[in-house]
Each structure stands twice: as C-alpha cells, then as structure tokens.
C-alpha cells in the first residue's frame, strides 16, 4: 500500500531555510495532490500548501511569501521550503495525499508519520 | 478563509455512551452543483498523524467502525460516535475542504468520564 515518509533536519536556525522531503512508496506520484500540513505543539493543523505532480501549486497565503514546494516524479518525492523561519515555525510537518484524484478540493486519506522541525539558535 | 470552529473543546463521556461533537463554518461548504459537503472528520491520537475517519460529511472511510458516523449540511456538522470505546480517546477535527486555503477545526479532546 502506499505510504508517506518525511525527513529532513530536525533542528534549524532562525532566520535559516526549513527543507524537508516527503518520500511516496508503494505507488506513483502522478495523479494525485500532494500536501504539507504542519502542527506546532500542542496545537491544532495548519495547511501549508499543495502541489501536483506536473509541478503546479497552490499555497496557504498566511505562508506563500516563504514557501516552496517542488516535486521529483524521478524520485517520486515532493519537497518543502520554509525560507526566514522563526520559533513559531517549530512544528510537528506532515505530508498528506489528497484522497480525490486530481482535485485540491479534497479530504487527506494518507499521512506521513510526520517530523518534528524545532527552530532554535 | 473559512473559519471551522469546534464545540466543545473537550468532551468526557462514560464508555458506552455516546459523545458528540460539532463543527460550525462560517459560511456554506455545501455544492449546490454536486450537492456535496466539503467536510472531513479526522481522529488524532498522541505521536501519531491524523487519521480520516469521515468524508463527504457522512460517508465513513473504509476501516473505520460503524460507531462513527457524521451528519449535517451547510455550516453546521456533527460526529457522533454511538458507543465510547476505549481506543476512541483522542483528539478530534473536522477540515473544510470547500475552497483554499484549506482550514480546520481547533479540535476537541475526547476523554473517557
């Protein structure tokens, strides 16, 4: 079955660039939206952005100033960056397939275990 | 952006009694072309992702027990689950999914009494 898996530093400096990648198995990128979702702690879920395998995107616009989100069909693997972050960046990120094809539209069906990104000096 | 707003914040209920939670929008996630509500339910447990639990407003995800059912229309939802178990202790939230950016529910702690 398909499965999501995020990685990436675990740590960043303020004012840095967050990077992290979200690896799709057991099933092809294509066709489907792929998101990222982040979760401070102790806190509720914050969408960050979508994108589709042909590469277009559609971001939360309380973040479109610092996001990007990339896909590697080659890899099968879509990628964040947070550029400028703070300590509110600290979160719990997610990566989520969107469950209706080819939609943004949509509920999330599969969830990576997550990562947790603390932003400190 | 849509606003989801969740009541109540927590929630204790006996085991085998029945514990509902509501989801407010401040405006309509209903498609008049498809008649569709654009709200999911998602159950959170501690270290773990999100799980779907309810779609479509109503209409449970493969796997997910029939205790759990979802209801209503517009701007105001519900999930209910009929019997309280245990494993159901966890954190609950619903998301609109009507238009971007996409927003969610602060969420509700279910706790057994």
């Known amino acids: 079955q398909v499965q999501l898996q995020e990685s990436g530093p675990g740590l960043v400096k303020p004012s840095e660039t967050l990077s992290l990648t979200c690896t799709v198995s057991g099933g092809s990128i294509s066709t489907y939206y792929w998101s990222w979702i982040r979760q401070p702690p102790g806190k509720g879920l914050e969408w960050i952005g979508y994108?589709?395998?042909?590469?277009?995107?559609n971001y939360n616009p309380s973040l479109k100033r610092r996001v990007t989100i990339s896909v590697d069909t080659s890899k099968n693997q879509f990628s964040l960056k947070l550029s400028s972050v703070t300590a509110a960046d600290t979160a719990v990120y997610y990566c989520a397939r969107v469950g209706v094809m080819a939609t943004i539209l949509s509920y999330f069906d599969l969830w990576g275990r997550g990562t947790l990104v603390t932003v400190s000096s | 952006d849509i606003v989801m707003t969740q009541s109540p914040d927590s929630l204790a209920v006996s085991l085998g009694e029945r514990a509902t939670i509501n989801c407010k929008s401040s405006q309509s996630v209903l498609y008049s072309s498809n008649n569709k509500n654009y709200l999911a339910w998602y159950q959170q447990k501690p270290g773990q992702p999100p799980k779907l639990l309810i779609y479509w407003a109503s209409t449970r995800e493969s796997g997910v027990p029939d205790r759990f059912s979802g209801s209503g229309a517009g701007t105001d939802f519900t999930l209910t689950i009929s019997s309280l178990q245990t494993e159901d202790v966890a954190l609950y939230y619903c998301q609109q999914y009507y238009s971007t950016p996409i927003t969610f529910g602060q969420g509700t702690r279910l706790e057994i009494k």
């Open positions: 994108i589709y395998y042909s590469g277009s995107t």
